[in-house]
């Protein structure tokens, strides 16, 4: 049974696990809560360690065909855009290398024109000398399309369902052939058989009830445990972030409800990582790192050439699916759009020095890429 049909008989067929998962995230008293929060630290110490991983997105291109109506790259913005060369993603990617980073994600809008497999594969070949641990975030392509990038140096991808109820995504996903529900529902699974032995996946929280999200993600991680258990099983927990468009989600994840959901994950599958992004504020960051988050981004930038300031020159915008050159209003500073804002904007090394300080070993590097094969 594929996961698009578990999903739709998840009503009538949960696991086990599912199931004390979905009564783990009903409403809890505060020592309940607090039992949990214990819980899961104990799980995440023996499994993990007092170790964090850490990692950088670097954005390759904000060019996108999808109308998605609550992401900042959406085809009908009229953003700044533009999509990196070789030569200045390898500049922005000495950047991070110099601050520390050895784990780096690859992130892109969809577009073939702009970010074809060809390009990911020269773009990771010319990063795989520095960083181990390369992993993509892109649109979503057939398995034999991944076998080039994987051969370049590539061992992880990430793939948001953004969200798993199929008429909220069609309502939300207007144009493109991110339309199709069930293609990027499969996607891990299409990765994991080109060769991809680290899979991400996750919701965006404000798109729909928390609650259902999180037993749908639940049941697709259940899933994935069974059918890629070669792979190291990731989950991030992203909530929306104020972006280009406007969109206002009608939803919403209280800190409280979120420090829930990290607790919940943990307690129901201890040896899957749980990612946690710069979306989030420095003060709730920091009190997550002890409840089960084993990843976290550090120093984050969410447009092309955010680091290093490359890509000024042939920055565009996008009209009707027409190349237009660039119109500056007053003041306004001459990058590429981001994805969304971010809460926490520390530089790496102070999140490293607050890690420790906490008792955490900042990890920059995972391990040698010959050593998982």
């Known amino acids: 049974m594929s996961f698009a049909q578990a999903l739709d008989n998840l009503a009538l ?32 110490l023996q499994n993990f360690g007092r170790t964090m991983r850490l ?43 110099d601050a520390g980073f050895r784990q780096i994600l690859l992130v892109a809008g969809e577009h073939p024109k702009f970010v074809s497999g060809d390009y990911l594969a020269e773009c990771v ?67 994991y058989s080109a060769g991809f032995r680290r899979l991400g996946i996750g919701a965006l929280f404000g798109l729909w009830r928390w609650q259902d999200e999180a037993v749908a993600l639940a049941a697709h991680v259940d899933y994935l445990l069974r059918r890629c258990w070669q792979a190291q099983i990731t989950i991030s927990l992203p909530r929306l972030r104020p972006a280009a468009g406007g969109f206002r989600p009608l939803f919403s994840i209280s800190d409280r409800e979120l420090a829930q959901l990290v607790c919940a994950l943990r307690i129901s599958f201890p040896q899957v990582g749980i990612v946690l992004s710069t979306r989030e504020r420095a003060a709730l960051r920091d009190a997550l790192v002890s409840l089960g988050v084993t990843m976290m981004s550090a120093g984050s930038h969410t447009e ?48 490293a020095t607050i890690l420790r300080e906490k008792g955490f070993d900042p990890v920059w590097k995972d391990w040698e890429q010959t050593l998982s094969h």
């Not at 209003?329 to 990058?335: H, N, R, S, Y």
């Open 13 to 44: 067929r949960k696991s086990d696990v599912v199931r004390r998962f979905e009564q783990l995230i009903t409403p809890k008293s505060g020592a309940e809560l607090e039992s949990m929060a214990q819980t899961s630290r104990a799980l995440t």
């Open 55 to 97: 990692f950088a997105p670097l954005y390759l291109s904000n060019e996108c065909i999808n109308n998605c109506r609550y992401c900042g790259f959406s085809r009908d913005n009229p953003i700044l855009r533009v999509t990196l060369n070789v030569e200045e993603v390898v500049a922005e990617a000495r950047y991070l290398r």
């Open 125 to 191: 070949r010319a990063l795989a000398p520095d960083f181990p641990s390369i992993a993509i975030e892109v649109g979503p392509m057939a398995s034999s399309e991944y076998v080039p990038i994987i051969r370049a140096g590539a061992e992880g991808l990430v793939v948001y369902q953004e969200t798993y109820q199929r008429s909220v995504y069609a309502e939300l996903h207007t144009a493109g052939p991110k339309r199709d529900f069930n293609y990027r529902l499969d996607c891990p699974e299409r990765a």
């Open 304 to 351: 092309p050439g955010g680091y290093t300031r490359r890509g000024t020159e042939h920055l565009h915008r996008t009209v009707r699916g027409r190349i237009m050159p660039p119109e500056f209003q007053d003041g306004e500073d001459q990058l590429a759009t981001g994805q969304f804002e971010i809460s926490d904007d520390r530089p790496p090394e102070r999140i």
